[in-house]
Nanobody, 118 residues
Framework: QVQLMESGGGLVQPGGSLRLSCAAS????????MGWFRQAPGKQRELVAT???????NYVDSVKDRFTISRDNAENTVYLQMNSLKPEDTAVYYC????????????WGQGTQVTVSS
């Protein structure tokens, strides 16, 4: 099994910054794509950003030029640097990984709350 442990959420004022981290542990044999999704109250979960094992990145348009995703393959960790935060970024952020223990599967973290408010 693969476990994803997130950290770094919290309360921040508009225009502020936060950095989320997510470390994969357990019987990890290989990880392909890692990323972040978010879900605001009353809304569907949406993709925020992904990064492949070869560091190809993808972002939802609303966070381009504000958020940066990166990963440390040696540590099986993915990061999300969030700058110029807006109230509409408020959501629970979930870490995601496409990983292989015995077979390929999709894995999710437990979620971390990000609140942008003055």
């Amino acid at each position: 099994q693969v476990q994803l442990m997130e950290s770094g959420g919290g309360l921040v004022q508009p225009g502020g910054s936060l950095r989320l981290s997510c470390a994969a542990s357990g019987s990890v044999f290989r990880i392909n794509t890692m990323g972040w999704f978010r879900q605001a109250p009353g809304k569907q979960r949406e993709l925020v950003a992904t990064v492949t094992s070869s560091s190809t990145t993808n972002y939802v348009d609303s966070v381009k030029d504000r958020f940066t995703i990166s990963r440390d393959n040696a540590e099986n960790t993915v990061y999300l640097q969030m700058n110029s935060l807006k109230p509409e970024d408020t959501a629970v952020y979930y870490c995601y990984a496409r990983a292989r223990a015995s077979v390929w599967n999709d894995y999710w973290g437990q979620g971390t709350q990000v609140t942008v408010s003055s």
